[in-house]
């Protein structure tokens, strides 16, 4: 296997994919890989350092994730959250990064409603800092493991070599920063990706994030079926389309009635609507290719983008993403910690 090192500078924190050099992106994934053939050899890895997750967005999955990632690593992990911080009383972000570096902690794991939190407290401390998931900016542990598991079940873990495979990113994309992280990455690595929704959710101005047409933005979805290798289905993000960004409403289920503020932004018309055009149900599922996956971020929101039996069935890849997830997560904590990187 080659071992290719990618630019020390590059190295210390991992904020985003965008813009990373394939040789860097193929380097981490690799690690990704070796990390998954092996997880058990590294359970002292990062013995006698202690991780901590600053959270100021909330997060179930990717907290956890990380958590048990550190841990199996055997790593001490500390949690702060937005709302039991200091954060809450007016303390700036920073002040609290800075203050919990000051206690000896050997990383920081960031997740924050502000796109660019992550750079902004990276530039203040000299730890490692990985980016859990920024406003609408970039989620990139989360584009690892995406492409990692399309990776794997489409056979493409020796080459990592995309090109010929055409997969969509269906929905809310402007709201999504797993939607940025994951273009970013599957370009990278050579695919075509199509963006699939209306004009509010899936601006023209997605094709600039990829050279040579790499990114494509269509509006209808039942075309494009037969043609796809992979379909990642994203959740509208309610909370982030709101008049004042704290809605923090749940969809309410297929026949459920929108959110007041989401309607008062018309982010979608109606529920109803959006299914018609938008959802993977099980019978736009049935026109998809033969081989072709099914995947989602998570949390999904069952009926309305994503149908149970398509989430439950068997092109669903869904539980692979939380399986590699760990180990994707494993094999960044190893390669930002295991070795002193200070400037
Ligand atoms: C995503 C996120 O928080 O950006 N979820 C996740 O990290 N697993 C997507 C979402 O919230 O819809």
Redesign the pocket.
Known sequence: MATTSPPAATTRDLLGLQGMEREHLVHLLRACRAMARVPGAHARALAGKVVANLFFED?T??RLSFTVAAQRLGADVVDLSGHTSSVSKGETLIDTATNIEAMGVSALVVRAKQSGAAALIADHVAIPVLNA?DGKHE?PT?GLLDVYTIAEALGRLDTWDFAGLRIAIVGDIVS???ARSDIAALTTLGAQVVCVGAPNLAPMSLTSLAPAGQVEVARELDPLLPTLDAIIM??I?FERSSADGHAGHSAGGAQGVLPPKAMGTNVIASVRDYRDQFALTALRAQRLRRGAIVLH???INRGIELDAEVADGPSSVILRQVTNGVTVRMAMLKELLSEDRRP
């Open positions: 997060s999955r990717t998931g989620h989360q999504s920063r797993v994203l959740r993000q971020p998570g949390p």
